[in-house]
């Protein structure tokens, strides 16, 4: 079987074993059945437990794989390791083509581990007569959309024991060797970003044997992601991993950002006890990804936050910036001078207005302060003017943007916007929007002011695909990420 084919039957089973299922619903075997029942799994669940009695949330318990007569695509292990050679014995004379082990106790534990990891590659026959995902994971989740796709979530696959209650389908498909980014961590971005859609998340553990080169090619080829996010502690094969990056860059709605731990010798040492990931030398590290030329994320938040940007612009069909040319719109002239240090430090540049923009911009601004020649609007004066002529200071900041937005050597536009009840007039959002959806380049925020406005205002721009960001810094570091981005996909 191919490895897009095995994929897709981890990803897609008809039918899912959960052995180790149980009635207590402080155990995983458990929440991982109520995951699957109550998120509209649309397969057939088997709770599978010898000592079980009855029924799990309307589901028959059945003593071992062998006591379904149906066939069975997928099984996942919440079991003791020790119990976990016997019972996968069952699953291989059941003809069951896929296994997720949750269990923890292998590589990362020493001898005794590494004994189980031997035992396990015998009786699969080094992973020919079952394909494993695991050891010490937290499963797959896929979540479905409306069929006519909206982004609006219908279900899907969910397989870790963590609890998922709110969640929105999209086009984001992470791959992670730290369960937290299929458990906690995943549930912590869905409440802080509930406009990231996500498609699928992967926790590989260990990869004793399906490891992120089986997922990588899956999803570059899966037309409804658009962006993978991936967490690794080491590379399985290095110049396969290289090799599916260059594929995913020529494709232009693809991108790859990567969390790369274990880079420091204290982050090694914490890998191999982690998932028993051996060390890489620092070099070795930065090389692979110098040539893979993906994107990189110092952090997880970085990662969730990047993926977030990419994925907006993706569903919009914005056109990335190449050269790093941006316009900046703030209300402040001490926000526009930290604006220019970071913009250089970031390599992006303010290019001169087009003389045609920058005479209608005069007319915009009062005598006493003109606009810069440059594309680094301090708008305050404008809306001054304006409300001394009795204007509505909102109908200016929509002007500025259409004559920035018109402007060629602009390829995107920075904004800060201050976010009050007050002054809700000034600002206009929804005439803001409407300029916005109106043309094709990176409109960014960075809102300031009353955090309940601010609340109200991200909710605006989230249900557009505008991205808004809680610091300065963070929105002109994604911007640079698009050029960066951009680079990669030009280069042979």
Known sequence: MSNN???????????????????????????????????????????????????????????????????????????????????????????????????????????????????????????????????????????????????????G???SFGVFYKYKTGNVAIISQSGMLNGGYLMYMMEKYPDLGIRYSCSIGNKMDLSEIEFLEYFIDDPTVNVIAVYLESFKDPRKFIELCKKARKIPNKTIILVKGGITSQGQKASLSHTGSLAENSQLIKAIIKQSSVIQARNFFE??????TF??????????????????????????????????????????????????????????????RFALVDIWPAMEKAMMNEINPGNIVGSVYELLLNDDKIEGILNMMFCSSRFRTFNNYENVVDHINNHSKPIFFWLIGEIREIRKVSQLLNEHNIPNFPSLEDMIKNFWILVQDSKNKNKS
Not at 39 to 65: A, Q
Not at 95 to 105: F, N, T
Not at 340 to 357: H, T, W
Request: hydrophobic fraction near 40%; glycine fraction near 10%.
């Open 157 to 159: 696959l969910f397989t």
């Open 311 to 372: 994925s907006m612009l993706y569903r919009e069909k914005i056109i990335m910036p190449k050269q790093g040319n941006v316009a900046l719109v703030a209300g402040s002239g001490g926000v526009g001078t930290i604006s220019a240090d970071l913009i250089v430090e970031y390599g992006l540049k303010f290019p001169n207005l087009d003389e045609s923009i920058y005479n209608k911009l005069i007319e915009i601004f009062p005598e006493w302060m003109p606009p810069n």
């Open 5 to 155: 084919k095995i994929i897709d039957l981890f990803l897609n089973p008809k039918s899912v074993a959960v052995i180790g299922a149980s009635k207590n619903p402080m155990k995983g075997g458990n929440r991982i059945v109520d995951n699957l029942v109550s998120n509209n799994f649309k397969g057939k669940i088997y709770p599978i437990n010898p000592t079980s009695e009855g029924e799990l949330f309307g589901l028959e318990f059945k003593k071992s794989v062998l006591d379904i007569e149906e066939e069975v695509d997928l099984a996942v292990f919440y079991v003791p390791n020790r119990a976990i050679p016997h019972i996968l014995t069952e699953c291989i004379q059941k003809g069951i083509k896929g296994a997720i082990i949750e269990a923890s106790g292998f590589e990362e534990v020493g001898e005794k581990g590494l004994e189980l990891r031997d035992q396990i590659l015998k009786i699969t026959d080094n992973f020919s007569k079952i394909r494993i995902m695991g050891p010490n994971c937290m499963g797959l989740t896929r979540i479905d959309g409306d069929s006519n796709g909206k982004d609006n979530a219908k279900g």
């Open 303 to 308: 990662l969730f936050q990047f993926a977030r």
